[in-house]
C-alpha cells in the first residue's frame, strides 16, 4: 500500500480511539505537568519541507490528522492557554449538536485530539487550527485539551481550519460563507480561500455574494442554520433584496419567542417574515378645482411618489419642480410658526 492510500486508510477511522499510550479519558492519562516541561511540537519532515505551494499546505491536513490517527505527541494543554484561530469560523450556536458534544465528553473524555500551533505573539499559549469546539466543551467542564502541536504558517492554519471543517462537514453553509469574507478581509488571495473551502471559483464566488447580500446582524440573528443549505440561503438574500425594509422583519427580530427559538427555526421564522405580503395605500388623486384629476400621490413604506398626467397638464410636472425650493422654504416658514 502507498504512503497516500496508508494516510488515506489512517484518516478514514473517524471518532477513533487513541492509540495505545494514551488513554481514551482525561483522568486517566498521565502528562508531566511540571512548569519545566516543554510541549513537544511535531516537526513532520514531510511538512517541515512541504514550502508554501497550495498543493503542499492542503496536504498538511492530511499529515497532521494522520500524526493524530498514529498517536505522535498528543500532550494535554490547560483549556486556559489555548485561544482560537485568528480567523474565526463559527457563529455562536448551543443547539443539540453542541449538546450532543458536551454529553459525550463529559461521559467518556476527549477521544479525539486537537490539532494547534504555538501562539505567534504568547508565549506558552496556542491556537487553534481546528477542535474549537472541543476547547470550548472542556473549558466549560474544566478539564485540559488533549492535542496535537505543530509549527504552522497562517496561511497553513486557515487552510487545515477550512478542509477540516469542510471534510466533516461541521460548518454550516453561511459559517463558510463568513469563513471565506473573514479570509478575504485578512488579505489571503483567493486561490488561498478555495483551497481552504475545498471550493472552485465560481462556487466561491456564489458563496461570497451570499454572504455579501446579508447584514452581519441578520446573520448573527439567525444563526449557523445547519439545515439551510445553499438554495434556502440564496432564497432569502433575493427576499431581502426585494424587501429591504420589512416592518413585519424588524419586529420579528426583537421578538423573545424568536430568540429562545434554535437556529433552523429562526431561519424558517426569516424566511417567513419575509414573504408577507405589505399592503401599500390606495392611490390619492389631485384634482384641479374643475374637477381634472392633474396627479396621483402613492405612498409606501418611507416613500411617496407623485405622478403628473402629462396628456392632461402638460409640462405642469416641470413647473411644480421648478418651484419644489420656493415651497420647501414656505414648508420650513409654516413649520416654525406651527411650533413657536
Do not use: C
Not at 31 to 42: E, F, G, R, S, W
Not at 304 to 316: G, M
Request: charged share 25%.
Amino acid at each position: 500500500m502507498s504512503r497516500k492510500d496508508t494516510l488515506k486508510a489512517m484518516l478514514s477511522r473517524r471518532d477513533h480511539e487513541l492509540p495505545a499510550g494514551n488513554s481514551s479519558t482525561d483522568t486517566h492519562q498521565h502528562v508531566d505537568t511540571h512548569a519545566d516541561t516543554k510541549l513537544q511540537h511535531i516537526r513532520s519532515g514531510a511538512v517541515g519541507a512541504m514550502g508554501r505551494s497550495l498543493g503542499q499546505i492542503a496536504n498538511a491536513a492530511d499529515q497532521a490528522r494522520a500524526l493524530v490517527a498514529a498517536g505522535s505527541a498528543v500532550v494535554e494543554i490547560p483549556a486556559e492557554k489555548i485561544e482560537g484561530s485568528f480567523v474565526n469560523d463559527r457563529l455562536p450556536d448551543n443547539g443539540e449538536d453542541y449538546q450532543r458534544l458536551t454529553d459525550a465528553i463529559r461521559e467518556s473524555g476527549q477521544k479525539s485530539p486537537i490539532l494547534v500551533r504555538p501562539h505567534p505573539t504568547k508565549a506558552d499559549h496556542y491556537q487553534i487550527a481546528f477542535g474549537h469546539r472541543r476547547v470550548r466543551v472542556l473549558r466549560a467542564l474544566g478539564r485540559p485539551v488533549k492535542a496535537v502541536v505543530q509549527n504552522l504558517s497562517d496561511e497553513e492554519l486557515v487552510v487545515i481550519q477550512g478542509q477540516e471543517n469542510s471534510a466533516r462537514a461541521d460548518l454550516s453553509y453561511i459559517e463558510r460563507g463568513l469563513f471565506a469574507l473573514a479570509l478575504e478581509e485578512k488579505g489571503f488571495d483567493r486561490r488561498i480561500i478555495m483551497s481552504a473551502l475545498g471550493m472552485e471559483k465560481t462556487q466561491l464566488s456564489r458563496l461570497m455574494s451570499v454572504a455579501h447580500g446579508l447584514p452581519r446582524s441578520l446573520i448573527e440573528a439567525i444563526g449557523p442554520a445547519p439545515k439551510a443549505g445553499r438554495p434556502r440561503w440564496i432564497a432569502l438574500t433575493e427576499r431581502l433584496s426585494a424587501m429591504p425594509e420589512s416592518a413585519a422583519l424588524s419586529a420579528l427580530l426583537q421578538n423573545p419567542q424568536f430568540l429562545q427559538s434554535d437556529s433552523d427555526s429562526r431561519f424558517v421564522k426569516v424566511m417567513t417574515a419575509l414573504s408577507v405580503t405589505v399592503e401599500k395605500d390606495k392611490p390619492e388623486p389631485i384634482k384641479a378645482t374643475s374637477g381634472v384629476k392633474l396627479a396621483v400621490i402613492e405612498r409606501s413604506g418611507s416613500r411617496t411618489n407623485l405622478l403628473f398626467d402629462e396628456k392632461v397638464a402638460p409640462e405642469f410636472a416641470d413647473f411644480v419642480a421648478a418651484r419644489l425650493q420656493d415651497l420647501h422654504q414656505e414648508y420650513l416658514k409654516s413649520s416654525a410658526l406651527r411650533h413657536d
